[in-house]
T-cell receptor
Framework: QKEVEQDPGPLSVPEGAIVSLNCTYSNSAFQYFMWYRQYSRKGPELLMYTYSSGNKEDGRFTAQVDKSSKYISLFIRDSQPSDSATYLCAMRRGNTPLVFGKGTRLSVIA | GAVVSQHPSWVICKSGTSVKIECRSLDFQATTMFWYRQFPKQSLMLMATSNEGSKATYEQGVEKDKFLINHASLTLSTLTVTSAHPEDSSFYIC?????????????FGPGTRLTVL
């Protein structure tokens, strides 16, 4: 079993839809949870981070962490064509390197 | 957020030559930098972790004699792909971590696309 599992998609939604992206993980020691957005041929860009369990909201983006279920989510409200990208979840414990999911390719259709 | 730059953004080289990629943290001092490679439609695979002033720590399966990493200052790390071969063609991305605890944000460079002919 991989440490971090993420459905690679692709996921295609109409403009304005609510998008739900998810990752599961097996290592209960993970403490920091991140979501990165990566456009084609570019480096990943940090969108959201959460420490331990809970919710965090930033504009149209909401990140949720459920440590009891080892499950994290990213919600995108009112999705836009400019949100079309690959979304990578990542997590770590302490100062260890980030462990990434495979990434989910999202297309928002106008 | 903080800015990490990489140079060059793309490079094409002949098989057997060496290529150096630079990674700079532009507005903060990074005690720790990471090097990743990414194949098309795949996730980022960590190659090595470099700490300023000490030897890099390589992930299992990564040849340290082939992928030379130098982190000589708090703002610069370099990756040299020695005797490159076509199978080394990939997207190489560096990342720098801010030193401030308790949460150390990790910022990524724009990546370098290496093509070995």
């Amino acid at each position: 079993q991989k440490e971090v599992e993420q459905d690679p998609g692709p996921l295609s939604v109409p403009e304005g839809a609510i998008v739900s992206l998810n990752c599961t993980y097996s290592n209960s020691a993970f403490q920091y949870f991140m979501w990165y957005r990566q456009y084609s041929r570019k480096g990943p860009e940090l969108l959201m981070y959460t420490y331990s369990s809970g919710n965090k909201e930033d504009g149209r983006f909401t990140a949720q962490v459920d440590k009891s279920s080892k499950y994290i989510s990213l919600f995108i409200r009112d999705s836009q064509p400019s949100d079309s990208a690959t979304y990578l979840c990542a997590m770590r414990r302490g100062n260890t390197p980030l462990v990434f999911g495979k990434g989910t390719r999202l297309s928002v259709i106008a | 957020g903080a800015v990490v730059s990489q140079h060059p953004s793309w490079v094409i080289c002949k098989s057997g030559t060496s290529v150096k990629i630079e990674c700079r943290s532009l507005d903060f001092q990074a005690t720790t930098m990471f090097w990743y490679r990414q194949f098309p439609k795949q996730s980022l695979m960590l190659m090595a972790t470099s700490n300023e002033g000490s030897k890099a720590t390589y992930e299992q399966g990564v040849e340290k004699d082939k992928f030379l990493i130098n982190h000589a200052s708090l703002t610069l790390s370099t990756l040299t792909v020695t005797s490159a071969h076509p199978e080394d063609s990939s997207f190489y991305i560096c990342s720098a971590r801010e030193p401030a605890p308790p949460y150390n944000e990790q910022f990524f460079g724009p990546g370098t696309r290496l093509t070995v002919l």
